[in-house]
């Protein structure tokens, strides 16, 4: 289990990398009305809201997300863009526990004039918070944009293709055979979309194919665009482009993604561009963002875990001014818990025992 005291160097390390990209930090209440996340349940990660009754008769709610209540409560700006980071408590079934839990949520959003290179910094700034994280870790990057265009270049309805993308996230190979042929879509064209979902690695494996596979069904410049915003990021290494990975498009646009750390089955890192919610919360500017869920950093094992103090120090008849030299002494090894009785399940590296002053005995666990 991760301990508080990792959890905390990961909000400061993430607050001081979002800092340095000149991104304000951004605060908030705790609670919303009930009405926002009911119009937009689907935009949320847990379908688990606490609710209460407020004294003037409002069905109010803590917040289980915080990307809605910052556009709710930003300028709606068109011809500037707003940078903003925030480390907020929110309040959802947990993914580690199943149960309802307040956590301390990190993550960005930029808002407005967001252009592509709005969306590169983003991008960047995931994988720099993925490296505050861990030393292995993969990005995974798709665009809702090639999906949707290529399913309506095949005879895909629009009204069919949230369903589609559904089964493509769940990678429900049969349910989209089923559907494809329900509506009559060809064998040919049925291939051609189960090759694009099916495509993942390296953008420089991923992108020629991309090219070659989508030429003529998917517009060249929604091609080029993607190609030079993933480009735009380098060699990185645990860059991975996939196109089985997607988000509701009833909420989401263009590039989405989801970062993943070695020891997590699922991913710790969420975002994507989200023009289409800011449209159905009566705005007119475009947005991006992602947010680091910290309760799923509590599946890492740490070596930090393995004692809870580096020194137990159990003194007997000893003066305090005395235990205190001895303890500030002993701090130059590590971490010294001082206490007259050894409280239970304790885990430290070394016990002392002091008796009138001086050391009687020691016992190494390490």
């Known amino acids: 289990m991760i301990n ?3 959890n905390e160097k990961i909000i400061f390390d993430l607050r001081e990398l979002y800092d340095s990209y000149g991104y304000s930090h951004y605060r908030m209440s705790k609670f919303e009305e009930y009405g926002l996340y009911l119009k937009n349940k689907d935009f949320l990660v847990s379908d688990g809201v606490i609710t209460f009754t407020d004294t003037n008769g409002k069905l109010m709610a803590l917040k289980p997300d915080v990307t809605l209540s910052i556009v709710k409560n930003t300028v709606n700006s068109v011809g500037s863009v707003q940078k903003l980071y925030y480390n907020e408590n929110v309040y959802r079934v947990s993914k580690s526990s199943r149960s309802f839990k307040e956590i301390m949520q990190v993550g960005l959003e930029c808002i407005g004039n967001v252009d592509d290179y709005c969306i590169c910094e983003v991008l960047k700034l995931a994988l720099r918070s993925l490296d505050r994280i861990s030393d292995n870790t993969v ?46 879509i060809s064998e040919k064209d049925t291939e051609l979309f189960a090759s694009l979902v099916s495509i993942s690695g390296s953008p420089e494996n991923v992108l020629p194919k991309l090219k070659n596979l989508l030429a003529g069904r998917v517009r060249t410049e929604t091609l080029e665009k993607f190609g030079s915003i993933v480009s735009s990021l380098g060699d990185e290494k645990s860059v991975n482009i996939d196109f089985s990975l997607v988000d509701d498009i009833n909420y989401y646009n263009g590039i989405v993604f989801k970062g993943f750390v070695e020891g997590i089955p699922s991913g710790v890192l969420s975002g994507g561009q989200y023009d289409i919610l800011m449209k159905n919360m009566k705005r007119n500017s475009k947005a991006i963002g ?20 580096d020194i137990l120090l159990v003194y007997a008849s000893t003066a305090p001014a005395v235990i205190g030299a001895i303890a500030d002494e002993m701090r130059k090894e590590g971490s010294v818990l001082a206490v007259d009785s050894i409280p239970e399940g304790i885990r430290c590296r070394k016990t002392i025992y002091v008796e009138n002053g001086e050391v009687k005995s020691v016992e190494n666990n390490a």
């Open 4 to 6: 508080l005291e990792a």
């Open 139 to 184: 990005l995974d990057i798709s665009d809702l944009d090639i999906l949707v265009e290529l399913a309506q270049s095949i005879g895909i309805p629009e009204s069919e293709s949230a369903e589609i993308l559904r089964f493509v996230s769940e990678k429900n190979a049969h349910e989209l055979a089923r559907k494809f042929k329900e509506l009559d």
């Open 290 to 309: 992602f947010a680091v869920y910290l309760d799923m950093l509590e599946q890492l094992n740490t070596s930090k875990d393995e004692y809870d103090v």
